[in-house]
């Protein structure tokens, strides 16, 4: 099992890029979820899905949307990018409401000049 | 809203015990939960404590007390890869469905 596979690893946007980031779970997990994590910081939720057709904000919303058309897959897509959204970005997935534990992908260093 | 207080640092030397403590306050509380977090790596699960008391796997502990909002994880026989960032999450129901939200962390440094 593949688990929660996030791309790209790295990748580094000019102010006012767009760019989707990919993350697909092969577990069949129905919730999925969205975390950045700034240096020396905690996760925070950006937005999350508790099945496919269904999304909800989380904590940092702003500047972010997602789309679930499949259990698989859940994009993040960030639309004029800014300095403030240079982080580490994390996918999880969870076969329930957490009980269990979130599966998180390897992350996504984004980096904003 | 919720928020989670955590130690920012603990060092201790390998083979002792430590205790990373997690006192947090939130609406509509589920349960506890414990991330473990290697530098560059990715967060991993560790336990979750739904009810109050102690749960053990291996040589880590978890326990729970929801009337004082509060919470630690123990690792005994600490070795020198336990050296990591170490996450108490609260599940709680906002919005649509429960999720966690997350502490800053307390990074714990193993020495000889």
């Known amino acids: 099992n593949a688990g929660v596979t996030q791309t790209p690893k790295f990748r580094i946007l000019k102010i006012g890029q767009s760019m989707t980031l990919q993350c697909t779970q092969d577990?069949?997990?129905?919730?999925m979820y969205w975390y950045r994590q700034d240096p020396g910081m905690g996760l925070k939720l950006i937005y999350y899905?508790?099945?496919?057709?269904?999304?909800d904000k989380g904590e940092v919303p702003n500047g972010y949307n997602v789309s679930r058309s499949t259990t698989e897959d859940f994009p993040l897509r960030l639309e004029l990018a800014a300095p403030s959204q240079t982080s580490v970005y994390f996918c999880?997935?969870?076969?329930?409401?957490?009980?269990?534990?979130?599966?998180f992908g390897s992350g996504t260093r984004l980096t904003v000049v | 809203g919720q928020s989670l207080e955590q130690p920012s640092e603990v060092t201790a030397v390998e083979g002792a015990i430590v205790q990373i403590n997690c006192t947090y306050q939130?609406?509509?509380?589920?349960?506890l939960s414990w991330y473990q977090q290697h530098d560059g790596g990715a967060p991993t699960f560790l336990s979750y404590?739904?009810?109050?008391g102690l749960e053990e796997t291996g040589r880590f502990s978890s326990f729970l007390s929801r009337s004082d909002s509060y919470g630690y994880l123990l690792l005994q026989e600490l070795q020198m890869k336990d050296s990591a960032s170490y996450f108490c999450?609260?599940?709680?129901?906002?919005?649509?469905?429960?999720?966690?939200?997350f502490g800053t962390g307390t990074r714990l440094q193993v020495t000889l």
């Open positions: 999880a997935s969870s076969l329930d409401r957490g009980i269990y534990g979130y599966t």
């Open positions: 577990m069949n997990h129905n919730y």
């Open positions: 899905s508790v099945g496919a057709g269904i999304t």
């Open positions: 939130t609406s509509g509380f589920y349960g």
């Open positions: 404590n739904g009810l109050d």
């Open positions: 999450a609260v599940r709680d129901r906002t919005g649509t469905a429960s999720k966690l939200t």
